[in-house]
Nanobody, 123 residues
Framework: QVQLVESGGGLVQAGGSLRLSCAAS????????MGWFRRAPGKEREFVAA??????????ADSVKGRFTISRDNANAKDTVYLQMNSLKPEDTGIYLCAAGSPVFDGLGGDYWGQGTQVTVSS
């Protein structure tokens, strides 16, 4: 059974930091792009960041460039992707969803999805 499990969300004040993790299991994701999307209250799901299978290439939404960093750990049979979020703003509030699959790097969505983790940034 394929699973993507996110963790690390929470409540933080504006200007603070959070680190999200997404652990993949059930199949090897080492050849998949992985990434993060978010859904803010009353808004459509939007692309946040993506990383290719090797970790050599990354993409970010303009709204998070310079503040968020995506990385992944494929070593020792671990398939984990991280999102380090710094200088958080209230507009970063939403449910953050981990995704894996070929459409992720283009920001189009994923073949596999996690359940999401809530991030709330207070002003």
């Amino acid at each position: 059974q394929v699973q993507l499990v996110e963790s690390g969300g929470g409540l933080v004040q504006a200007g603070g930091s959070l680190r999200l993790s997404c652990a993949a299991s059930g199949r090897p994701f080492t050849r998949y792009s992985m990434g993060w999307f978010r859904r803010a209250p009353g808004k459509e799901r939007e692309f946040v960041a993506a990383i290719n299978w090797s970790g050599e290439n990354t993409r970010y939404a303009d709204s998070v460039k310079g503040r968020f960093t995506i990385s992944r750990d494929n070593a020792n049979a671990k398939d984990t992707v991280y999102l380090q979020m710094n200088s958080l703003k209230p507009e970063d509030t939403g449910i953050y969803l981990c995704a894996a699959g070929s459409p992720v790097f283009d920001g189009l969505g994923g073949d596999y999805w996690g359940q999401g983790t809530q991030v709330t940034v207070s002003s």
